[in-house]
């Protein structure tokens, strides 16, 4: 009975370990030319929010025209 009672216990310990009350919030700067550094992308300690902002960075628009033709791929393959 105490085994089952303390493997109970234990499992129940696992689970609730990694629960957090409040998760985490951590404030991006905005996106622009001047925050889109390196520099600053290194300055945020918090590894998902680098990650979320240098997303956010990648996908700006940045002034670039897209493709007016643009190529089919399929068609440039070798037709045998």
């Known amino acids: 009975m105490s085994k089952t009672l303390s493997i109970l216990f234990l499992a129940a310990f696992v689970l609730l370990a990694g629960c ?44 670039i025209a897209p493709t007016v033709k643009p190529k089919n791929w399929l068609d440039l393959t070798d037709k045998n």
Do not use: H, M, W, Y
């Open 20 to 63: 957090n009350q409040q998760p985490s919030t951590v404030v991006l700067p905005e996106v622009n030319d001047q925050n889109c550094r390196l520099e600053i992308n290194q300055q945020i300690k918090n590894k998902a929010a680098r990650q979320e902002f240098a997303g956010q960075c990648s996908r700006r628009s940045i002034g």
